[in-house]
């Protein structure tokens, strides 16, 4: 596997400063760009893992910290694995800190993401590619939607209420994305029911993006996060699979 070469990097921001986990293949070169959405657990050991696994396939992928106007990563105390037992408590710190994510802070910081993406001397020019993971999904197609000329390929993988009936509701951002997308939902997630995963289907279709959607039988809401109770070993490779392919495809143009 390629060896890479990881740092924490500043992003200034409309708002202050913002943390990010920055990793691309070592040595000397410029790659793909790579944004990748954490879930509400945020950037740390297990995610900038992903995050190195996707950099040894070629990439330079960018993980930023999208609740740093409440602190640097992790803005909460994280235990070594999050279960059941733990999983509320985190909950109760976190939630309001998803909540106030709007999608015009969203798109704002998006902005200075795709910005700083562009001045680094180690991303090469062209399109970039956009992965999330739970609400890191919901990040995801709100940045494609809003910046069509930058996203090339976007992913998400157990993403929760995508396709709702808010006006605000991720799924319009299919509207005006121009990029590729792929969506792995879990089955086993109740907050991706199967009424939405229609609703953002028929989104796409409507849209003329190109786009699949599966359905990951047996997985539960986090598959990927190999840190929490609902890791899934397989349905994480499987996921690995269609991203890849998905950006190889897309990026390497």
């Not at 408590?89 to 976190?94: D, E, K, S």
């Not at 879990?186 to 953002?200: G, N, V, W």
């Not at 899934?232 to 699979?241: K, L, N, Q």
Request: proline residues 7%; hydrophobic residues 40%.
């Amino acid at each position: 596997m390629t060896a890479v070469q990881g740092s924490t990097v500043e992003i200034p921001t409309q708002d202050g400063t913002a943390d990010a986990y920055f990793v691309r293949p070592a040595g000397d070169g410029r790659y793909p760009a790579v944004l990748l959405y954490q879930d509400a657990f945020g950037p740390r050991p297990a995610l900038n893992a992903m995050a190195d696994r996707l950099a040894a396939e070629g990439y330079a992928v960018l993980t930023p910290n999208v609740f740093y106007r409440h602190g640097r990563a992790p803005v909460v105390e994280l235990p070594a694995h999050i279960d059941h037992d733990n999983r509320g408590a985190l909950f109760a710190q976190l939630m309001p800190l998803m909540q106030g994510l709007t999608p015009d802070l969203v798109v704002a910081d998006a902005h200075a993401h795709l910005g700083w993406l562009a001045d680094c001397p180690q991303v090469a020019d062209g399109p970039i590619g956009i992965t999330g993971y739970c609400m890191g999904a919901r990040l995801a197609l709100h940045t494609a939607g809003a910046f069509p000329d930058r996203v090339a390929a976007v992913g998400g993988f157990h993403g929760g209420r995508l396709a709702t009936d808010q006006p605000d509701s991720p799924h319009l951002a299919a509207a005006t994305m121009t990029a590729e997308a792929y969506f792995g939902h879990a089955d086993q997630d109740q907050s991706m029911p199967p009424e939405q995963q229609e609703r953002l289907e028929k989104a796409f279709t409507e849209a003329g993006v190109t786009h699949r959607c599966e359905v990951y039988r047996g997985a539960g809401h986090g598959y990927t996060q190999s840190d929490t109770s609902e890791f899934d070993s397989a349905a994480t490779e499987r996921h690995w699979v269609a991203l890849l392919d998905l950006f190889d495809r897309t990026l390497r143009g």
